[in-house]
T-cell receptor
Framework: AQRVTQPEKLLSVFKGAPVELKCNYS??????LFWYVQYSRQRLQLLLR??SRESIKGFTADLNKGETSFHLKKPFAQEEDSAMYYC?????????????FGQGTRLTINP | KAGVTQTPRYLIKTRGQQVTLSCSPI?????VSWYQQTPGQGLQFLFE???????NKGNFPGRFSGRQFSNSRSEMNVSTLELGDSALYLC????????????FGSGTRLTVV
């Protein structure tokens, strides 16, 4: 069964400190993985996709198939990074468009 | 470029009633998915429509149904409302391939009393 686990419901770090939001997944195959972010009073928005290997707002995420993880990292946190972050996966079924989300991690950046 | 538009933004209904929510995807997006978001269960997949056909379905009772029109607009219907149906219902659209990810709407907040 597809499952996404975000072990930390809350994460608090100081501005300028490194940030790592953990995501582990369970899937027998090669899933597509995503990070979504929801800032206060804003809609849920796509932050990055593993297939793009991109860095958005200083965040990166590397897919580790051996550890079945897709942790989100940023070397220097900014106050505007405070938000709710969701890890999600989409399975490889041809034509399928269904995301399974983790429970989310609320990140707070302290000044 | 207009985003995903959901109407109405807020709804209050009574137990036993039915409700219809509407979603207009981004122009050119043929896939529309619906999610239920609650504090306890998080984001749960309801169903996905692509070119007017239901392509995927989540584990929700038959009271939850949907449809998609030829212009890709989608509606979701919940019949015989229960208190537990109170939630934020999110619509998301995409080009249709699993690699792209979604663009979400702001949601419809449904309260059942």
């Amino acid at each position: 069964a597809q499952r996404v686990t975000q072990p930390e419901k809350l994460l608090s770090v100081f501005k300028g400190a490194p940030v790592e939001l953990k995501c582990n997944y369970s899937y027998s195959g090669s899933p597509e993985l995503f990070w979504y972010v929801q800032y206060s009073r804003q809609r849920l928005q796509l932050l990055l996709r593993h297939i793009s290997r991109e860095s958005i707002k200083g965040f990166t995420a590397d897919l580790n198939k051996g550890e079945t993880s897709f942790h989100l990292k940023k070397p220097f946190a900014q106050e505007e990074d405070s938000a709710m972050y969701y890890c999600a996966l989409s399975g490889p079924v041809q034509g399928a468009q269904k995301l399974v989300f983790g429970q989310g991690t609320r990140l707070t950046i302290n000044p | 470029k207009a985003g995903v538009t959901q109407t109405p933004r807020y709804l209050i209904k009574t137990r036993g009633q039915q409700v219809t929510l509407s979603c207009s995807p981004i122009s050119g997006h043929r896939s529309v998915s619906w999610y239920q978001q609650t504090p306890g269960q998080g984001l749960q997949f309801l169903f996905e429509y692509f070119s007017e056909t239901q392509r995927n379905k989540g584990n929700f009772p038959g009271r939850f149904s949907g449809r998609q029109f030829s212009n890709s607009r989608s509606e979701m219907n919940v019949s015989t409302l229960e208190l537990g149906d109170s939630a934020l219902y999110l619509c998301a659209s995409s080009l249709g391939d699993r690699v792209y990810g979604y663009t979400f709407g702001s949601g419809t907040r449904l309260t059942v009393v």
